[in-house]
């Protein structure tokens, strides 16, 4: 990706456990944060958003955190699922910008 | 399941030729955005059109060209095709270019240049 990267490409878990996948961006100038989902020949989905001016967001199993001062963020999925295996990648925009930056995505493995 | 759809769902050109991929963007949704992603990496944004005109783009040569039609369908036209357009062609909608909003993705069109 351009700004957004993140710490690790593969991620495995146990099915039931819960998940944990990071990210980093370098643009101070975002302040629109995005999670979509890509599972096998689909495109990407949205799974869960946070814009700057809120630390934590959350959704139906997913938790979103935003530490801005670092410029990290995380999703948190709760008692991860089969379903749940895919590629998830973090994106970023900033207001008045045009293209929303992806990152290069984490595989999530859910061992059952 | 989002309501973009993308024609074709795979095409095989060779080298030099031309090509011309569509996306039907979801109803209401006035933006669309095309995306690259080659295997194994993310996204990566080729240009934007909003209300016919084209709003931004990427860094991608001038033979990536595109159109928005007044139903807000779109088209990406590629010229020339080189070995390493081969990927997965992605088209999203939003409700408009003005605000952040999420993106709706079509499943795209996997283009293979041989």
């Known amino acids: 990706g351009e700004n957004v990267g993140l710490h690790l490409p593969t991620l495995s878990v146990q099915e039931g456990d819960n998940s944990i996948i990071n990210c980093a961006y370098s643009?101070?100038?975002?302040?629109?944060f995005i999670w979509y989902k890509q599972e096998s020949g689909k495109g990407p989905q949205f799974i869960i958003d946070?814009?700057?001016?809120?630390d934590k967001r959350q959704g139906q199993r997913v938790t979103v955190l935003l530490n801005k001062t670092v410029k990290h963020l995380s999703l948190q999925i709760a008692a991860t699922q089969p379903g749940d295996s895919a590629v998830y990648f973090c994106?970023?925009?900033?207001?008045?910008?045009?293209?929303?930056?992806f990152g290069a995505g984490t595989r999530l493995f859910v061992k059952a | 399941e989002t309501g973009v759809t993308q024609s074709p769902t795979h095409l095989i050109k060779t080298r030099g030729q031309q090509v011309t991929l569509r996306c039907s963007s979801q109803?209401?949704?006035?933006?669309v955005s095309w995306y690259q992603q080659a295997l194994g990496q993310g996204p990566q944004f080729i240009f934007q059109?909003?209300?016919?005109?084209?709003?931004g783009r990427g860094n991608f040569p001038p033979r990536f060209s595109g159109l928005q039609f007044p139903n807000y369908s779109s088209e990406l036209n590629v010229n020339a095709l080189e070995l390493d357009d081969s990927a997965l062609y992605l088209c999203?909608?939003?409700?408009?270019?003005?605000?952040?909003?999420?993106?709706?993705f079509g499943s795209g069109t996997q283009l293979s240049v041989l």
């Open positions: 994106a970023e925009k900033s207001t008045g910008g045009f293209k929303t930056i």
């Open positions: 999203a909608s939003s409700p408009t270019a003005t605000t952040n909003e999420k993106l709706f």
């Open positions: 946070i814009r700057s001016n809120m």
């Open positions: 059109y909003y209300r016919e005109e084209e709003n």
């Open positions: 109803s209401g949704h006035n933006t």
């Open positions: 643009n101070s100038a975002s302040d629109y």
